[in-house]
């Protein structure tokens, strides 16, 4: 699917990969159905472009060989045409990837989202909308902290990026009244470790780990005394009661590391992690609520 | 004679449209939307999801990660303390007024 065949809405959503606004349930459903479409459609196309660039390389050097045997013999012309050709078509096919690559969606975040909201739809309440506000740009350099420089421990130097990525706030309103609110704060780390290479020089490798934090809350719509607690991890969860404008809300805590052998973490929750915590937040209401 | 289903996950309500049948094996009545068509005859999403050869739609589905919440979190019944030494009161930072 490509950006002109969304519609409106969903393509204003890709190109400020964000999604904002208060929303009916079939027509976010619709929304993230197309921008799924869409990240796949973008995906095949980022490979694609990379496979062009990997060609190009090979071409470019071709072209600077051949070129200089070809100046060599007199064919100026035709010699500098092709070693400028060759590095010229690389260049191209890097931009046009890297342009690519910019407009890819997460689509782990939108799948949980869409998850999410299949599995609850039934619960909420007809009535009212569900408040978004996401962000689907990823860590990008805007969200990066000021580099950090970590005890050597050996290397030559160790240096720490931190990108926060509060980037989903969510908000439903059940059929019973209770308000649910969803929301999700990434951190992505990256350590830059450098040391010295035996023969001289030196060399930097990066990892990268991601954290996300996944926070969902239960606020009443008259003040309750809440029934009991609900199973809790207590390694990665935490539960807790806040006082909040006369009400007991209760908010629990859930925190996941991923880590990737290369490159960046881009795996999230999923859709059954986030309503298995809205499931346990809902239990807790008394029983006349259920 | 209305559908005996209970759709939701987080409010669970009966179904309660006219029903137009029955889950031939366990024999609660059902509206036309809960009911699964497979070897058995009609099932409902539960016997649906716990027999085989059914098919699967959006209702089995919801069924069966009802199921798998139920089981991994319980039910009802599950309201016990003990958890509650991992709970603690204490005020949400960065609590603003996008979730009230
Ligand atoms: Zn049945
Ligand atoms: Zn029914």
Not at chain 1, 177 to 188: I, M, P
Not at chain 2, 65 to 70: D, K, N, W
Not at chain 2, 83 to 94: A, H, K, N
Request: glycine share 8%.
């Amino acid at each position: 699917m490509k950006l002109n065949d969304l519609s409106p809405v969903a393509r204003q959503a890709a190109e400020a990969q964000a999604i904002r606004g208060e929303w009916e349930y079939g027509a976010f459903d619709q929304l993230l159905k197309q921008l799924i479409a869409y990240d796949a459609a973008m995906d095949a196309l980022i490979a694609f472009r990379l496979k062009w660039v990997v060609v190009a390389v090979i071409l470019a050097f071709l072209g600077v060989f051949v070129g200089i045997i070809v100046i060599d013999n007199d064919e100026a012309a035709t010699g500098s045409a092709m070693l400028v050709g060759g590095i010229v078509h690389l260049i191209v096919a890097i931009v046009l990837w890297r342009k690519a690559k910019k407009k890819n969606l997460p689509e782990n975040a939108l799948a949980m989202l869409q998850q999410l909201f299949r599995q609850v739809r039934k619960d909420l309440d007809p009535k009212a909308t569900i408040r978004v506000n996401v962000d689907l740009s990823g860590p990008t350099q805007a969200k990066c902290g000021p580099k950090k420089e970590l005890p050597a421990n050996g290397f030559v130097s160790r240096y720490q990026y931190v990108y926060a990525d509060p980037w989903c706030q969510l908000r439903l309103q059940l059929r019973d009244g209770y308000k649910l609110t969803l929301r999700q704060v990434d951190q992505l780390i990256e350590l830059q470790r450098t040391k010295r290479k035996a023969r001289g020089g030196y060399k930097t490798k990066t990892k990268y780990k991601k954290l996300c934090r996944l926070t969902a809350t239960i606020v009443p719509p008259t003040p309750v005394e809440w029934a009991g607690q609900p199973k809790v991890d207590p390694t990665w969860e935490r539960l807790r009661v806040a006082k909040k404008k006369g009400l007991d809300v209760a908010v629990l805590d859930r925190w996941f590391v991923y880590k990737e052998k290369f490159g960046r973490p881009i795996q999230n929750p999923s859709g059954a992690d986030a309503v298995g915590m809205l499931y346990r937040l809902c239990s807790m209401r008394p029983a006349e609520a259920k | 004679m209305t559908c005996q289903w209970q759709t939701g996950l987080l409010v669970p309500q009966p179904c309660e449209a006219p029903a137009m049948g029955g889950c031939s094996l366990c024999g609660r009545s059902l509206c036309m939307m809960h009911t699964v068509s497979g070897p058995n005859g009609p099932a409902c999403p539960n016997c649906a999801n716990s027999n085989q050869g059914y098919e699967q739609n959006e209702e089995t589905e919801l069924e069966s990660s009802r199921s798998s919440y139920y089981t991994q979190y319980g039910g009802a019944q599950y309201f016990t303390n003990r958890d509650r030494q991992s709970v603690e009161r204490e005020e949400v930072e960065g609590y603003d007024e996008f979730e009230t």
